[in-house]
C-alpha cells in the first residue's frame, strides 16, 4: 500500500521581545514522496540507470544552475526490484499525512506512474536555506514527470531577493490584516500550483494551543516569491491535534 512520508525539521531563531516571548521558527525540511514496501531503497546515484542520470543531471545544469554545487543526493527508490543489491525495506505502516493536503495533489496525481524517486536536499545559506529537500521523480520511460523545483526562471543565485526584506513585508502584510505575529514559523518551498518557490510565512493565531503543541485551523500563510517581493499566494493551513 502506498504511503506518504513527511519529515519536518525546525530551528528555533529567534526568541525574545520587550520581555514578552516571541518565536521565529524556519522548518528546515519538508520532504514528500511516496514509497511501498516493494520499492527498492538506492543509496547512490550512479546506481540509477543512465536515461535517468543523464535527465536529473540536465535538468540541474537548466533549471538550479547556480545551485549545482549545494545540491547532494541522499537517497533514491526504484519501483519493483531493479536494483539487485538493494534491500526490500519495510516502510511504516501509519500514514502520515500533511496539513496543507493540497501540496501533494500534484504528486499525488501521478504516483501510480513513478518508478523512480530521487531525493535531494539544498542548503545555501547565502539565500537563508538552510536545508531544503525536494525530489525528482520518473516514469518507467525514464522521463522526468516531477521536480521539487520550478523548470524555469529560478536557477540564477543573483535573481534571489535578500531574505530580510521578504520578512519585512510579510509582517507588514500580517499587520495589515490584523493577524497576530508573535510567533511566525517560516519555510521555503513551491507554491501550491508547484510553479513558483519562495517563502511561506506561517503565522500562528492560537498562541496558548500553539506552545501546548496542539494545532487547530490556527496558521495564516503569506508565500513571498523567491525572485520578487511579490506576493504569490495567501492560504490557511488546518492542523491536527497532536497528541
Known sequence: ????????????????????????????????????????????????????????????????????????????????????????????????????????????????SIKYTLCYTLSDTTINIKKYEFILCFNEDEQLIYYGWPEKGYNKRQDFVNFEKKRKKAFKIA???????????YNFGLNLNEDKIGWHFEFVQNEENYRKAIYSNELNVIVIDAKSLDVIEEYIIGMNSID
Open 175 to 185: 499587520r495589515q490584516k490584523r493577524y497576530k505575529t508573535n510567533i511566525c514559523k
Open 1 to 112: 500500500m502506498t504511503r506518504l512520508f513527511i519529515t519536518t525539521f525546525l530551528i528555533i531563531i529567534n526568541i525574545s521581545v520587550f520581555g514578552q516571548r516571541k518565536i521565529f521558527e524556519q522548518e528546515n525540511t519538508k520532504l514528500q514522496y511516496y514509497t511501498s514496501n516493494l520499492d527498492n531503497e538506492v543509496d547512490s546515484f550512479i546506481k540509477f540507470p543512465i536515461g535517468i542520470q543523464q535527465r536529473t543531471i540536465k535538468f540541474f545544469e537548466n533549471s538550479m544552475t547556480d545551485f549545482v554545487q549545494n545540491i547532494h543526493f541522499t537517497t533514491g527508490y526504484i519501483k519493483d526490484n531493479e536494483i539487485l543489491d538493494s534491500n526490500i525495506i519495510e516502510k511504516n505502516n501509519n500514514t502520515i499525512k500533511d496539513s496543507l493536503n493540497e501540496f501533494v495533489s500534484k504528486l499525488d496525481s501521478i504516483k501510480d
